[in-house]
């Protein structure tokens, strides 16, 4: 089993859509969760940390369910602007290390 | 605000050539890691390290060595180069208490003939 599994997509919602992602991880004891974005042809940059409480950052929310084992991404009144590849990233330690693993992403495309 | 750079955003080279790929960060950041990015596979780390002249192993190390002489400055080394390491090079650097947020160079694509 993979140590972080996200459906590659791509979603293909209208503009104004709700659309959500989830994530699964294998690690029981992984600490920290994060979406992070990535446009076409350019870097991941972070979008925002993963909460057992939730986290919601204007028409995002992040979710974690610690007892299933995975995350999730709401996005509210879909723009344009919101087309890209969406990385879940999980952090376990591992070896005294923090490991910082990505999911394969998963893509939206909006669609005026 | 954070800014990594990568020496090239386009490389060409032969099998067999020696290839170095160049990563420098200004927000003096102890970690620093160097990915790869291939459709369908996601993001794999290739090399990791957390401090000057520390490196770790990532998940896929095979192939390739680093350096890094500097803190700000961390190097990847394809010491032959085979058409299998074509792909999207990612660099990044973190502060060490924040190793999960990282900070992403805008990448190299490499293309091994």
């Known amino acids: ?112 | 605000d954070v800014k990594v750079t990568q020496s090239s955003r386009y490389l060409v080279k032969r099998t067999g050539e020696k290839v170095f790929l160049e990563c420098v960060q200004d927000m003096d950041h102890e970690n620093m890691f160097w990915y790869r990015q291939d459709p369908g596979l996601g993001l794999r780390l290739i090399y990791f390290s957390y401090d000057v002249k520390m490196k770790e192993k990532g998940d896929i190390p095979e192939g390739y060595s680093v350096s890094r002489e500097k803190k700000e400055r961390f190097s990847l080394i394809l010491e032959s180069a085979s058409t299998n390491q074509t792909s999207m090079y990612l660099c990044a650097s973190s502060t060490a208490l924040s190793t999960d947020t990282q900070y992403f160079g805008p990448g190299t694509r490499l293309t091994v003939l």
Request: net charge positive; hydrophobic share 30%; with cysteine.
């Open chain 1, 1 to 112: 089993r993979k140590e972080v599994e996200q459906d590659p997509g791509p979603f293909n919602v209208p503009e104004g859509a709700t659309v959500a992602f989830n994530c699964t991880y294998s690690n029981s004891a992984s600490q920290s969760f994060f979406w992070y974005r990535q446009d076409c042809r350019k870097e991941p940059k972070l979008l925002m940390s993963v909460y057992s409480s939730g986290n919601e950052d204007g028409r995002f929310t992040a979710q974690l369910n610690r007892a299933s084992q995975y995350i999730s991404l709401l996005i509210r009144d879909s723009k344009l602007s919101d087309s890209a590849t969406y990385l879940c990233v999980v952090n376990t330690l591992s070896g005294g290390y923090q490991k910082v693993t990505f999911g394969i992403g998963t893509k939206l495309q909006v669609i005026p």
